[in-house]
C-alpha cells in the first residue's frame, strides 16, 4: 500500500471512526489515539 493510499483512507474514514470512538470513550484525546491505532494497525497488517 502505497503512502497516497493510506492518506486516502484517512480521509476517507477518520472523522466516522473519531464520532464513533467518541461516543464509546466520551473523550477527544481517546477518540483521536483510537483513529491514529487503527490507521498504525491497517499499515503493519499491510506491510505484513
Known sequence: M??????????????????????????IQDSEDVVQELLIVRWVIYRS
Open 2 to 27: 502505497r503512502e497516497s493510499e493510506i492518506i486516502r483512507l484517512y480521509d476517507l474514514y477518520s472523522d466516522s471512526v473519531y464520532r464513533l470512538a467518541y461516543s464509546y470513550t466520551g473523550s
